[in-house]
């Protein structure tokens, strides 16, 4: 991500809750309740942004458990961090994940609301699997609307790494890079598909 797009990031913070009307907690806990996530897993959350999941996943994974939340906006970091810094299980690092390395190991990764700002996302799913996935480990793309609704919001934005195309399509995209993929939910208001290693 370069600085013009984390300058971006930065400016939005302040206001990004308010604005973030899809993500309400009866969403994002249904969102949660369908990616079999439980207790004890070690949890990474891509793009964090505002936190939106940490409340939910901290309570998912319980004490055996451990969130890992990362963004490479300050200003979003900022405001995670005084909502839920408290969260003895959620640990909260600064770096872009496309470029830097994550330590540690886990069973889930999740990119929620961030797939579209991927720049290289056959390299960075294939750095994740390699670097950071448990053998059985899973990745999962999801959206709290339907790529209609995510497409209207970066209209303007002509980038083509904006674009999201259907569960279906980006499942079958995803296949064809060398993975086991499942559309978990392709409705108005979910959008998920799970990756695995073959």
């Given at each position: 991500m370069n600085q013009s797009e984390i300058d971006f990031f930065?400016?939005?913070?302040?206001?990004?809750?308010?604005?973030?009307?899809?993500?309400?907690?009866?969403?994002?806990?249904?969102?949660?309740?369908?990616?079999?996530?439980?207790?004890?897993?070690?949890?990474?959350?891509?793009?964090?942004?505002?936190?939106?999941?940490?409340?939910y996943l901290s309570e998912i994974v319980g004490p055996e458990g451990h969130v890992t939340a990362i963004d490479l906006s300050?200003?979003?970091?900022?405001?995670?961090?005084?909502?839920?810094?408290?969260?003895?299980?959620?640990?909260f690092l600064k770096l872009d994940f496309e470029e830097e390395q994550i330590p540690g190991k886990y069973d889930v990764a999740l990119l929620?609301?961030?797939?579209?700002?991927?720049?290289?996302?056959?390299d960075t799913l294939k750095w994740l699997f390699k670097m950071n996935m448990k053998p059985d480990g899973r990745i999962v793309i999801a959206f709290p609307s339907d790529e209609e609704f995510i497409n209207s919001i970066h209209h303007e934005r002509k980038a083509e790494h904006d674009h999201l195309p259907p569960a279906h399509m980006l499942a079958e995209m995803i296949r064809h890079w060398g993975?086991?993929?499942?559309?978990?939910?392709?409705?108005?208001?979910?959008?998920?598909?799970?990756?695995?290693n073959l």
């Open positions: 930065d400016a939005l913070a302040p206001s990004w809750d308010e604005n973030e009307i899809r993500s309400t907690p009866e969403r994002v806990k249904h969102i949660l309740s369908e990616l079999t996530i439980s207790k004890g897993m070690d949890v990474l959350d891509l793009g964090t942004g505002t936190g939106v999941l940490l409340p300050e200003g979003m970091l900022s405001i995670a961090r005084k909502k839920y810094g408290h969260l003895e299980n959620v640990e929620y609301s961030v797939y579209p700002h991927l720049h290289a996302p056959a993975y086991k993929t499942e559309v978990i939910a392709a409705t108005p208001d979910e959008y998920i598909v799970e990756i695995k």
